[in-house]
């Protein structure tokens, strides 16, 4: 039995309860044991490590709900392209710890091996942010989540969705109008499976279904790193959205849904969609539509800050960027529509290749519109909810696993604390620590 005392913490428990100052927190094995206000620890059996959390944040661990850890490079739409297995192999040999040479297909340019070690890579980065939960959405499958449960490289729980399902010459169709070869559909990266109708779209979900994905990602309007669609264009009849949410609902399991203008939005929650993810071009009747359904908005702001500034230098193109940017101005505004309307507002970064380094300046977009409690909550308790992972996440309380975050600072106070790695003095999944400089 390994015990570990968190003493003398400033707690933000994540409940929705007010902080505690001088809390005391009993992990044992991979579980919350205790939670102690007073600070008062009796007596505990065998060796005690006692962590001193005096002047610091104790909370849960953060979640992201909307991450792609197989986007190992920033442009996307390229990314399966253009690298020969010579380069690969030297790449290989100068990261002899990105050695997992198996699993995945990148679209264009890298081939499986290279993509499935990078993947590896961004993973441990995102844990070691403070991430130990998240949500991928596209690209990984179920072996990239076996390996992290095996504890075979370190990372962050993970959900995945396997392909994402979009119509042809939807966001999830990387082809430029130029081409005119089939679309990719193999093997696992960034790719979608292309399907029409609601006989096509119900056979690409129960293939993903049959790959032990942990939910199903629908595209239900066009995107900003698309090549061939605009921004606020519907994708998808509510008809064929609603039987992949018949298919996903078969078999106990949910649909996340792409989408930014009103009209994308309130078609995916007439189809039955429990998340929408962005929503930046949404307006009051899209805001309450998700409200009144008890869907979840999740959004992703600050993957459209990044792109803005660096996409150029990472060789995405004119006509993506201007995409980007006209999301980027209506950000704001699509999320004052969904808190005013009371939606569930989750947190998610969408971030791509090196720009994932930028993942927790989220939390201080967000503050522009939402109080600092309430983004902490967005990324902890409301994505537990939204994950169906209430019962095991998101909170500090006994009997939760022990993913938990010592903090210098008080994110109450600056929710940029997150943005430094150096403030993160503890970081514990599942009772594990992957770091501690206390």
């Known amino acids: 039995m390994a015990i570990t005392v968190f003493t003398s913490a400033f707690l933000i428990d994540c409940t929705g309860a007010d902080p505690v100052d001088g809390a005391a927190v009993v992990v044992e094995d991979e579980r919350i044991k205790d939670v102690l206000p007073h600070g008062k620890v009796g007596p505990l059996p065998g060796r005690v490590t006692t962590l001193d959390c005096h002047g610091k944040t104790l909370m849960p661990g953060l979640t992201d709900a909307h991450v792609h850890i197989?986007?190992?490079?920033?442009?996307?739409?390229?990314?399966?392209?253009?690298?020969?297995?010579?380069?690969?192999?030297?790449?290989?040999?100068?990261?002899?710890?990105?050695?997992?040479?198996?699993?995945?297909d990148q679209h264009r340019y890298y081939p499986p091996s290279y993509v499935a070690a990078r993947a590896m890579r961004r993973a441990e980065e995102c844990l070691m942010q403070g991430f130990t939960t998240v949500r991928d959405a596209g690209g990984a499958d179920y072996g990239f989540r076996l390996v992290l449960e095996e504890g075979h490289f370190p990372g962050p729980r993970l959900l995945v969705s396997g392909h994402y399902i979009s119509q042809t010459?939807?966001?999830?169709?990387?082809?430029r109008r130029a081409e005119w070869t089939?679309?990719?559909?193999?093997?696992?990266?960034?790719?979608?499976?292309?399907?029409?109708?609601?006989?096509?779209?119900?056979?690409?979900?129960?293939?993903?279904?049959?790959?032990?994905?942990?939910?199903?990602?629908?595209m239900a309007s066009g995107g900003a790193m698309s090549p061939s669609d605009e921004l606020d264009t519907t994708q998808y009849t509510v008809p064929e959205m609603r039987a992949a949410v018949e298919e996903a609902q078969a078999v106990g399991k949910y649909v996340l849904s792409h989408a930014y203008s009103d009209s994308a939005v309130r078609s995916?929650?007439?189809?039955?969609?429990?998340?929408?993810?962005?929503?930046?071009?949404?307006?009051?009747?899209?805001?309450?539509?998700?409200?009144?359904?008890?869907?979840?908005?999740?959004?992703?702001?600050?993957t459209y800050e990044a792109i803005y500034r660096e996409g150029?230098?990472?060789?995405?193109?004119?006509?993506?960027?201007?995409?980007?940017?006209?999301?980027?101005?209506?950000?704001?505004?699509?999320?004052?529509?969904?808190?005013?309307?009371?939606?569930?507002?989750?947190?998610?970064?969408?971030?791509?290749?090196?720009?994932?380094?930028?993942?927790?300046v989220e939390f201080e977009l967000k503050g522009q519109v939402m109080k600092p409690m309430e983004v902490l909550l967005s990324a902890t308790k409301v994505n537990a909810e939204l994950f169906r992972m209430a019962d095991r996440i998101g909170t500090v309380e006994p009997g939760k696993y022990a993913d938990l975050l010592v903090v210098e600072g008080n994110p109450l106070e600056n929710l940029r604390v997150f943005q430094k790695q150096d403030n993160l003095k503890v970081i514990m999944k599942g009772g594990h620590g992957y770091k501690q400089a206390l």
């Open 70 to 104: 197989c986007a190992v490079t920033e442009n996307i739409t390229d990314q399966h392209r253009y690298y020969p297995p010579s380069y690969v192999a030297a790449r290989a040999m100068r990261r002899a710890e990105e050695c997992l040479m198996q699993g995945t």
């Open 169 to 175: 010459g939807g966001h999830g169709d990387k082809r």
């Open 182 to 218: 089939e679309p990719v559909d193999c093997c696992m990266g960034m790719i979608g499976s292309i399907a029409d109708g609601e006989a096509e779209v119900r056979k690409a979900v129960r293939e993903q279904l049959r790959r032990d994905v942990d939910q199903i990602k629908i």
């Open 268 to 302: 995916a929650i007439a189809a039955g969609v429990r998340s929408i993810e962005h929503g930046n071009l949404i307006r009051e009747a899209a805001a309450k539509a998700i409200k009144d359904a008890g869907a979840f908005l999740v959004p992703t702001m600050v």
């Open 312 to 360: 150029k230098r990472y060789g995405i193109g004119d006509h993506q960027i201007a995409k980007i940017d006209l999301a980027r101005q209506q950000s704001v505004q699509g999320l004052t529509y969904a808190y005013k309307a009371g939606c569930q507002i989750g947190s998610g970064s969408d971030l791509l290749g090196d720009m994932m380094t930028q993942r927790a």
